[in-house]
């Protein structure tokens, strides 16, 4: 329960309006580390969820596969230059990504992922190295600024950190090919 208590104090210091300000001023902050922090405070809170509710998680997702498509439907979501320009200037649209990336895509992964075998697993990391190689492109080659309060220069740097974390992922993907996982399990 350690474990859900820092994903909560995490939660709560990503929603702290100084904390939120300084995030969504730099492009690559507010893509590449305020929205994976909050999916790691749902992963972190997610074991208070497990134990609360066991049968919801037994019977919506008993295999893995509900939870990763949520997770991946929610990625896609928060990817899309449009939501992030939203997400500044809506405030809707930025509770929404305080409630929907911690528990729509933190808690699912997290109680999806064990559930998982290799083959499922490898799927994800192909598919989020691929999407991110794709977002890359889209921001580095785009000659338009694709988000209205962002300027193009940060758009590219954005896209470089996507090059960085396609690589980083196929990578790792491809090393756990060649390991032998008995010793683990």
């Known amino acids: 329960?350690?474990?859900a208590i820092y994903g909560l104090v995490l939660y709560i210091f990503l929603m702290l309006p100084p904390v939120v300000t300084l995030a969504e001023s730099v492009m690559a902050i507010h893509m590449h580390m305020q929205m994976p922090l909050f999916v790691v405070a749902g992963f972190l809170m997610a074991p208070f969820f497990q134990k609360r509710f066991p049968n919801f998680f037994a019977k919506w997702n008993s295999n893995g596969v509900p939870g990763i498509i949520l997770f991946m439907i929610i990625v896609l979501y928060w990817l899309l230059p449009r939501t992030m320009d939203e997400a500044?200037?809506?405030?809707?649209?930025?509770?929404?990504?305080?409630i929907s990336l911690p528990f729509l895509a933190g808690i699912p992964l997290r109680d999806s992922w064990k559930k998982l075998g290799s083959l499922g697993k490898n799927i994800i990391y192909v598919s989020l190295s691929v999407l991110f190689g794709v977002m890359a492109w889209l921001y580095i080659a785009?000659?338009?600024?694709?988000?209205?309060?962002?300027?193009?220069?940060?758009?590219?740097t954005?896209?470089?950190?996507?090059?960085?974390?396609?690589l980083a992922i196929m990578i790792y993907f491809i090393?756990?090919?060649?390991?032998?996982?008995?010793?683990?399990e």
Do not use: H, R
């Open 158 to 166: 954005l896209g470089w950190g996507f090059v960085f974390l396609a």
């Open 1 to 3: 329960m350690k474990q």
């Open 88 to 98: 500044l200037t809506i405030p809707a649209v930025e509770i929404f990504k305080f």
């Open 175 to 184: 090393q756990t090919l060649f390991i032998d996982k008995s010793e683990y």
């Open 142 to 156: 785009s000659p338009t600024q694709l988000c209205n309060n962002y300027l193009i220069v940060e758009q590219k």
